[in-house]
């Protein structure tokens, strides 16, 4: 269901699925998970933050919703500036793993 949605929001986006974590490589540009455990959720971030990929993870229960980002130890990413057509880019590193949220 997830992907499916996120295929509609964004049709040019590959958007692929998988149950087995072991498989998971640093092929991917973003990990999305929803509406798994905290205990899961942990160690996909781990895994994540290890092979140096952004984690999303969503879920919700009734009218509450919960949303989390992490793009691992720094991210770096690069833009167009329309006004000048000049690249530019910067880096976030302010970051924290899913698991110091819980503590």
């Known amino acids: 269901m ?3 949605r996120l295929k509609e929001m964004n049709p040019f986006a590959t ?5 087995d ?5 640093n092929t991917y540009s973003a990990v ?3 509406f798994t455990s905290f205990e899961e959720a942990i160690s996909l971030n781990k895994l ?4 140096k990929t ?3 993870l969503l879920s919700c229960s009734g009218l509450f919703g919960f949303f989390f980002i992490d793009v691992g130890p720094s991210l770096t990413f690069s833009y167009s ?13 302010t970051s924290q ?3 110091e949220y819980l503590s």
Not at 15 to 19: I, W
Not at 21 to 25: A, D, G, I
């Open 81 to 93: 500036k329309k006004a000048t057509g000049t690249e530019e880019s910067e880096t976030i590193t």
């Open 2 to 4: 997830t992907a499916e």
């Open 15 to 19: 958007v692929t699925t998988r149950k």
């Open 32 to 34: 999305v998970s929803g």
């Open 97 to 99: 793993p899913f698991e």
């Open 21 to 25: 974590l072991s498989l998971l490589e």
């Open 54 to 56: 952004p984690f999303y």
């Open 48 to 51: 994540c933050r290890e092979i």
